[in-house]
C-alpha cells in the first residue's frame, strides 16, 4: 500500500494573507489567472497570450508563478503559461495528496488537459 504524503496546509492565515498581499504587490503586468481542476485539487495558472507552441514554467521551492513572470514578459511573442506547483506557497490548493512523483505528474498532466495543452504536442519533450 502507498503511503499518502501530507497535503501542504498554511500555518497561520496571518503569514497566508502577508504572502499573498506580497505577491500582488509584486506583479506588475496582468496574465490571465485561470484556476484549473485536477484531480489532486485547484491549480492555480497563468498564461501570456502568444503563439507558436507554449512553454509551461514550473516555478522551484518555497516561492510563486510570480517568479516567471520577467521571463515571460521577455517573450511577448511567445505562448506562455507559468502554473503554482501544488503543494507549495502558491496559490493552487491541494486537496488530495500525492503518494508518489508518478501522482505529481498525473496532477500536472490533468492541469495541462483542462489549460488544451497535451503533453503528446511536445509541450515537454
Known sequence: MKQQLPLARWRSGRAERWCRALEDSLWTSAPESVLVP????STQAYHWPGSGVPLVLLHGGAVTSITWEPIAEAMPDRDVYALD?????????HTAPFSDVTELATWLDDALAVLGQDVGDGLLT
Not at 485536477?38 to 485539487?41: A, L, M, N, Q, Y
Not at 506547483?85 to 490548493?93: A, F, P, Q
Request: proline residues 0%.
Open 85 to 93: 506547483i501544488m503543494g507549495d506557497v502558491g496559490r493552487s490548493e
Open 38 to 41: 485536477t484531480r489532486f485539487g
